[in-house]
């Protein structure tokens, strides 16, 4: 078990005056099977009012408008989490049992399907394919996420938000983000209904105590195979005490930290710093 305090501050720097701006965050930890949250907090600068509620995909949602003028938009969120492992029973799902379970359930369809972001050129799918194999579902679904993290190298700069997996798996490169989606769409090809997460991944296994580190929001993958399985393509690592989940959805767009619109002239740059604690 760990125990971790984040912070995450992130926001908007306006050219100009916004005169207004509507935002939704998604920043707040979520309460898992192997996760519990034991405080969190989310404060808005200027000061707002906001609603929170639980989003269709199970992420915690605060919605906000800011009417008053404004140069810049900040937003701290603050929480403290245990994390805990979590034992996958042994399954002995078949592909037939498999197919039959994902396309008679609405969430397995929905994640079965592909979105313009994860949709896998033609030889993604052939290597998802051929890793798939005679294996079975679990171990055909962790062939397929080690492959595509070993195939993709994590490089910041060459992808942004409206990157698609094709894009990336063309490039061969990318950031978490982009790996993640790349695995998604080999998985869903499979067969294999997978999901978005987004959270943070504490970056050094050896810290001390008390010790912080600046860190990053990360993105992996859940697959299901008779149970949902957590890997981490980027890191190529399964799930563990360093992952904390913020929220899950069919890809990025599901999930985004912060998104918004706002009414005023000059255009407006994102900032963006994670520092991360392990308490114990």
Not at 65 to 77: D, G, M, Y
Not at 173 to 182: F, K, S, W
Request: aromatic residues 8%; negative net charge; glycine residues 8%.
């Amino acid at each position: 078990m760990s125990r971790l305090r984040i912070r995450h501050l992130t926001g908007f720097s306006y050219a100009g005056e916004a005169v207004a701006s509507y935002n939704e965050a998604r920043m707040l930890p979520a309460h898992t099977e192997g996760q519990y949250v034991l405080s969190s907090h989310l404060r808005i600068e200027p000061v707002a009012a906001s609603h929170e509620y639980v989003d269709y995909w199970g992420t915690r949602v605060s919605s906000f408008e800011v009417l008053l003028p404004h140069r810049q938009l900040s937003l701290t969120a603050t929480s403290l989490v245990e994390v805990r492992p979590v034992a996958h029973p042994d399954t002995s799902m078949g592909w037939d049992d498999l197919a039959r379970v994902a396309g008679a359930t609405a969430p397995f369809v929905e994640h079965l399907e592909q979105t313009p972001l994860t949709t896998p050129p033609d030889d993604l799918v052939a290597l998802a394919a051929e890793a798939r194999g005679s294996a079975a579902p679990c171990e055909a679904a962790l062939a397929i996420c080690r492959a595509v993290g070993g195939a993709v190298s994590y490089l910041p700069g060459v992808t942004n938000v409206k990157t698609t997996a094709a894009e990336s798996w063309a490039a061969r490169a990318g950031v978490c983000q982009d790996i993640a989606h790349v695995t998604i769409g080999a998985l869903r090809s499979a067969g294999i209904p997978a999901r978005y997460v987004s959270g943070y991944l504490h970056p050094k296994p050896s810290a001390e105590l008390r010790e912080t580190i600046v860190g990053e929001s990360h993105a992996w993958v859940e697959y299901f195979c008779g149970t949902w399985h957590g890997y981490d393509p980027t890191n190529l690592i399964d799930i563990g005490e360093r992952h904390v989940v913020v929220g899950q959805g069919r890809d990025y767009r599901d999930v985004p930290p912060l998104r918004g619109v706002y009414a005023g002239s000059g255009a407006s740059s994102l900032f963006v710093t994670v520092e991360i604690t392990r308490e114990a």
